[in-house]
DNA sequence: CAGAATCCTCCCGGATACTG
DNA sequence: CAGTATCCGGGAGGATTCTG
């Protein structure tokens, strides 16, 4: 609580460049879009077969994911403009997602993180 | 605790693939290498100025984040394999830290996400 | 069918103090 | 100088229940 008041600022000649114990890194930004548990996951799933309803998604998570926390990762999806949300006026309703523009052009930069991955985890199978 | 004794398992037809409530998506695997709050921002340094001493660090990290925080994520970073860490047996102690060879095939990606982030950001602050 | 509302748990990171 | 040791709060995500 006493920390609540704004950080103890003695010695720090260039605040902005802290930004008070906020860290700016750009990619410590991406993970914030897409940091989140099951959120490449769920850009995967929707990108692949596409749009994609919120039945079939909870479906192939069933047993994973509760889907409160389905329905949390893909608010906060959209929110980022990761994906869009359409919502059919029907009875029943029906809601589709779809990758927006922005959201397509994620994927590549997700193909490198799992080729990284597939390399880094070879080579520390390896080498021991 | 009740849920210790393994996931209820009714429904369940494939068990390995959902890997018991655990996400084994590479991207999510990544993340946990180097998903820590200044990771990146660590790696970038050492990478930057190589070797790196830890008083460095320390210095440029001071008032953002406690020496004990900075020590965690060294030595995490140091346990995935991405930096090697070299202590002297001097008096006073001395210790650097370098990126391993595995550290530095994480600049690339590093940099795609970063560019990534630019054109996001810069994207959504004109759509509004 | 799709989601809102609550409550709860776990764990990461932070503050502080002590050490060879 | 470069650490450990200990305690602690906050936030992400999960379980459960209720709704148009």
């Known amino acids: 609580m006493k920390n609540n008041t704004i950080i103890d600022n003695e010695g720090i000649e260039n605040p902005e460049k802290l930004n008070l114990k906020e860290n700016n890194c750009a990619v410590t930004?991406?993970?914030?879009?897409?940091?989140?548990?099951w959120k490449v996951l769920l850009v995967n799933a929707i990108y692949n077969d596409c749009p994609k309803r919120f039945g079939e998604l909870k479906r192939e998570m069933e047993n994973v994911?509760?889907?409160?926390?389905?329905?949390?990762?893909?608010?906060?999806?959209?929110?980022?403009?990761?994906?869009?949300?359409?919502?059919?006026?029907?009875?029943?309703?029906?809601?589709?997602?779809?990758?927006?523009?922005?959201?397509?052009?994620?994927?590549?930069?997700?193909?490198?993180?799992e080729t990284w991955w597939d390399a880094y985890s070879k080579c520390v199978s390896e080498q021991k």
């Open 65 to 113: 994911i509760t889907q409160a926390t389905l329905t949390t990762q893909l608010r906060e999806l959209e929110r980022d403009g990761i994906i869009c949300r359409k919502a059919y006026a029907e009875s029943p309703p029906r809601v589709e997602y779809k990758l927006s523009e922005l959201g397509k052009t994620l994927i590549p930069v997700i193909r490198s993180l």
């Open 29 to 37: 930004n991406v993970f914030k879009v897409i940091g989140g548990k």
